[in-house]
């Protein structure tokens, strides 16, 4: 068994195609056919069902899957390290973030990294916070931009820092009015019987936002859903409901549909930005200094905002 066999399964199990897997790899699909052969041959096992148009994974297929990215992962972990070593090359690091934030986020860290770390290769994988963390925890991001809980046991994380939350609501709105808020802010128990927009099941902010709700007492009557917070500010703003935001977003200026934002009472309900990697995955001399300038970068910005 050779490591680009392995290399070559996996890829035709992501691609569920050989033509397909054959071009990513760069190579005669007749070889890689061969090759996916010979490896089947040697183990005494069909890892693949051929159908007319695609391959599924037979039960064999799916247990030596999960063990190949395993090895895999391992050997990028290996190769990392003795890169660190001998200080041969100058590295790489994959970085995972949640859309939303990361778009108000990175501007002001990947240009920072970059000017302190020329040489370092940065690849941003971007998805929603429950698809990051399995794809941290299956080493398909050295790091992962989140927010805290984390669902996935098997991640660690860096605390990055805490971000404030604000009340959006639509410019008709009675809070709208500075004179109809108590002067510390609006309380969480006052939105009872309000009509909440929130983001859809996967994001990691909507299940921030429920149990702010459930710690002041009630749940909230969710109108509408949506996958983009940008989209559920501009159904605020329309009038459909009101919603909470973090404030790098609340902050951030748009030309059209902006809501109204009131600061809430204190104490002041925050959400924990972290970054995140699997429990016991070797950190590269890159991923570590990505860790530092972001945490830097950011602890700066969070002191800029009101």
Do not use: W
């Amino acid at each position: 068994m050779e490591l680009r066999q392995l290399l070559y399964t996996l890829k035709i199990a992501e691609e569920r195609n050989f033509s397909r897997a054959a071009d990513k790899l760069h190579i005669a699909q007749p070889s890689l056919s061969q090759q996916l052969s010979k490896l089947e041959q040697e183990l005494g096992v069909k890892l693949f069902q051929r159908n007319t148009s695609t391959v599924e994974l037979t039960h064999a297929g799916a247990s030596f899957i999960k063990h190949a990215r395993k090895i895999m992962d391992a050997v990028e972990q290996l190769r990392q390290e003795m890169d660190d070593i001998s200080q041969l090359r100058a590295g790489r690091v994959v970085i995972g973030s949640m859309p939303i934030t990361g778009s108000h986020l990175l501007p002001y860290v990947l240009p920072a990294f970059k000017e302190a770390y020329p040489d370092i290769q940065v690849t941003l994988l971007e998805d929603t916070s429950l698809n990051l963390e399995k794809l941290t925890a299956g080493g398909g991001t050295d790091l992962s931009l989140l927010s805290l809980p984390l669902q996935e046991p098997s991640l660690t994380y860096e605390t990055i820092g805490k971000e404030k939350i604000d009340l959006a609501i639509p410019p008709n709105h009675y809070l709208a009015d500075p004179g109809n808020r108590p002067p510390g802010g609006v309380a969480l128990e006052q939105l009872s019987g309000e009509s909440f927009i929130v983001l859809k099941k996967g994001q990691g902010f909507r299940k921030i936002m429920i149990d702010l709700c459930r710690s002041a007492g009630f749940d909230p009557d969710i109108v509408f859903e949506s996958n983009n917070i940008e989209t559920v500010q501009s159904l605020v703003a329309a009038g459909m409901g009101i919603t909470l935001v973090p404030r790098f977003i609340a902050r951030a200026k748009r030309s059209e549909l902006i809501p109204v934002y009131v600061p809430l009472a204190e104490p002041v309900p925050s959400r924990t930005l972290v970054i995140a990697y699997r429990k016991g995955r070797y950190l590269s001399k890159a991923a570590e200094a990505f860790i530092d300038t972001f945490r830097t970068t950011i602890e700066t910005r969070m002191k800029e905002e009101p």
